[in-house]
């Protein structure tokens, strides 16, 4: 359940659906991911709600974290669970949303709507549909749901963006959400979709926490908020899986909102998305910040001096001031400098910061002791071999600990 750039739709669908047959049909098989009563006490369920529900719901119980905890649902609402699981959420929500209230209990995989009807039926549980289907195509008319509660689904949704688009489409005006998923600190930048089963492992899937947000905001969902959060995978068996999640830093969060009255206007829509701030946030968990900071650099040394050869042609005149241009260019270097050391906690190699302080010290070195064109365009050279060097680094120890390297070295 970690952000991965490149990946198959069918290949994810299908693992994930093969993953929760699983769950679905022995829930007391080993998984990289908790599974089971004791999960949902520990993620902070209330007892009492724990208590009324069938054994053979709380066995398969699959989720992050706790959605009730934003308390959206009200008496007489018609609930929609999206990724419904084995129905421990549905059920509390029949309880919650009282006799006139109703739960739609949707989840994309068979074995787990076959679950949720069987535990239905055998408990004469009334107002329960349970519909096998996608986040990303929900089988609802505009407008028909109350409330949406969801935990631990979107994570595992290809196509986020469309997810969070139906949901605001089947959402009555001001209508409420609650929902527990995964997030991450920072992405994951390798290529792993010939892997899929990553996704369900509790690896791939998982988006930004800040990203999260402005995703649902730019949908037009308001007062957009975390109400709780988990150090979720400290409760995997797995050790690997707890590495994997302490490296990117996963965890889970509880999110409330709401509705907006309208969709927002599409010039908004990509305002919002085209936010230099979150660009920039995004940079830097991607380990990308050095790159910018090289390449402003190496515009404001050069590109300065060009633009500076072409003005007069233009009949323009200009004055530069050389201790600010050189400081400017100076302060990039540092600064692509102190990228470069970020990386070392991450690949546990000092040598493209070494290499870094090496370059650096050439170009400064021409830029305020002794200039030479060919001094200081070797330093740059230099800089941007430990630039790269820095990112295939970081990349490598990424494969390695989601196990495509040795995956690959075996195919």
């Not at 787990?112 to 289907?133: K, P, S």
């Not at 070392?344 to 021409?366: C, F, N």
Request: hydrophobic share 50%; glycine share 8%; charged share 20%.
């Amino acid at each position: 359940m970690v952000a991965i750039l490149g990946y198959s739709r069918p290949q994810i669908l299908a693992a994930v659906q093969q993953m929760y047959t699983a769950v679905a049909t022995t829930p007391a098989s080993p998984f990289h991911f908790p599974v089971g009563a004791e999960t949902s006490r520990r993620l902070g369920y209330p007892p009492e709600r724990l208590a009324e529900l069938p054994t053979e719901v709380s066995e398969a119980f699959a989720g992050v974290g706790c959605p009730f905890r934003a308390e959206a649902i009200r008496h007489g609402d018609r609930v929609l669970d999206i990724g419904a699981g084995a129905g421990g959420d549905a059920f509390i929500a029949r309880q919650l949303a009282g006799p006139q209230g109703q739960v739609i209990a949707l989840d994309l995989t068979a074995a787990m709507t076959r679950r949720i009807n069987q535990a239905a039926e055998r408990h004469a549980i009334d107002r329960l549909a349970v519909v096998q289907g996608s986040a990303e195509q929900l089988p609802l008319p505009d407008a028909s749901i109350d409330t949406i509660t969801s935990n631990g689904a979107l994570n595992l949704v290809p196509d986020k963006r469309r997810a969070v688009a139906e949901m605001f489409r089947v959402l009555k005006p001001h209508g409420r959400v609650q929902l527990a998923d995964v997030v991450i600190h920072r992405p994951v930048s390798v290529d792993c979709h010939e892997d899929p089963r990553l996704w369900v492992e509790c690896v791939v899937g998982a988006t930004v926490k800040e990203e999260l947000l402005a995703l649902f905001e730019e949908a037009g969902f308001e007062e957009v908020s975390v109400v709780g959060s988990h150090d979720y995978f400290a409760l995997s068996p797995s050790a690997q899986t707890r590495e994997i999640a302490s490296s990117f830093g996963a965890h889970s969060v509880e999110i409330a909102m709401r509705r907006g009255a309208a969709r927002p206007a599409w010039p908004l829509r990509w305002w919002r998305r085209l936010d230099p701030r979150r660009w920039l946030r995004l940079w830097y968990r991607r380990g990308l910040l050095g790159v910018m900071a090289y390449l402003l650099a190496l515009l404001s040394c050069y590109g300065t001096l060009a633009l500076l050869a072409l003005l007069p042609l233009l009949g323009v005149h200009l004055a530069l001031d050389e201790g600010l241009w050189a400081g400017a260019i100076a302060v990039l270097v540092l600064l692509t400098l102190v990228t470069l050391a970020t990386g070392i906690p991450r690949h546990k190699t000092p040598w493209p910061a070494l290499v870094g302080s090496g370059a650096a010290l050439t170009v400064l070195y021409a830029l305020f002791i002794d200039y030479s064109m060919l001094v200081e365009l070797s330093g740059f050279v230099l800089l941007a071999a430990a630039v790269g060097w820095d990112i295939r680094l970081r990349r490598q120890r990424e494969a390695e600990l989601l196990g495509l390297e040795k995956a690959t070295s075996e195919g």
